[in-house]
């Protein structure tokens, strides 16, 4: 079964602080593995996009890494600020149908 | 980046009543996009697959008749939600799916908070 599981569910952390979330997948076949974040109220917005031979990648103070062997995949989020108090979903798509399954996200939030 | 705008932003209705959500894509066109529905502290569940020119594929249990879904263009999808009820009241999220060179993505609309009375 395609399944994408995150955590931790919720996380809250001092501005400044580093954090990292995980997530793991089951999807088959594999095609790309993407993080978003998404503020209350509003649609999600991409923070990275992996395919299958990229093992890492940088967006700002923000980190994703993705191991296609083990299946895992983290968002590292560097020097945190209280703008970065969010949801973030992990979305894995399944290459051919174009099935995109989502994770169930974690929450974070960046406390002053 | 893409651009995916959702008209209304929000919307308040009586019961009943038959709401229209619009989904377009601003810059590129999108032979594919998904409707989401959000409900609080959880994640996006996928609704339908709107493809353009085409019936829209529903996911199991949801409602063909009470979710009416038209994709007439490349560029817009729209979601009516017919006669609607309080249980209706949810975040309403569409994506538009598109292939960059040989990556399949998805970009998101801002939502639509519909709250029905």
């Known amino acids: 079964k395609n399944q994408v599981e995150q955590s931790p569910q919720s996380l809250i952390i001092l501005e400044g602080k580093n954090c990292t979330l995980q997530?793991?997948?089951?999807?088959?076949?594999?095609?790309?593995l993407r993080w978003y974040k998404q503020d209350t109220g509003r649609g999600p917005v991409s923070l990275t996009i992996?395919?299958?031979?990229?093992n890492t990648k940088s967006n700002g103070r923000y980190t994703a890494t993705l191991d296609a062997d083990t299946k895992q995949s983290s968002l590292h989020i560097t020097a945190s600020q209280l703008s970065d108090s969010a949801s973030y979903i992990c979305?894995?798509?399944?290459?051919?149908?174009?099935?995109?399954?989502f994770g169930t996200g974690t929450r974070l939030k960046v406390l002053a | 980046g893409a651009v995916v705008s959702q008209h209304p932003s929000w919307v308040i209705c009586k019961s009943g009543t038959s709401v229209k959500i619009e989904c377009r894509s601003l810059?590129?066109?999108?032979?594919?996009m998904f409707w989401y529905r959000q409900f609080p502290k959880q994640s996006l569940m996928l609704m339908a697959t709107?493809?353009?020119?085409?019936?829209?594929?529903?996911e199991q249990g949801v409602e063909k008749d009470k979710f009416l879904i038209n994709h007439a263009s490349l560029t817009l999808s729209t979601l009516t939600v017919t006669s609607a009820h309080p249980e209706d009241s949810s975040f309403y999220i569409c994506?538009?799916?598109?292939?960059?060179?040989?990556?399949?993505?998805?970009?998101f609309g801002p939502g639509t908070r519909l709250t029905v009375l």
């Open positions: 994506s538009a799916h598109t292939l960059w060179g040989d990556t399949d993505t998805q970009y």
């Open positions: 997530c793991n997948y089951t999807v088959s076949p594999f095609s790309n």
């Open positions: 992996m395919t299958f031979s990229e």
């Open positions: 979305v894995v798509s399944s290459g051919g149908t174009y099935k995109y399954i």
């Open positions: 810059d590129f066109q999108a032979t594919t």
């Open positions: 709107s493809n353009e020119g085409s019936k829209a594929t529903y």
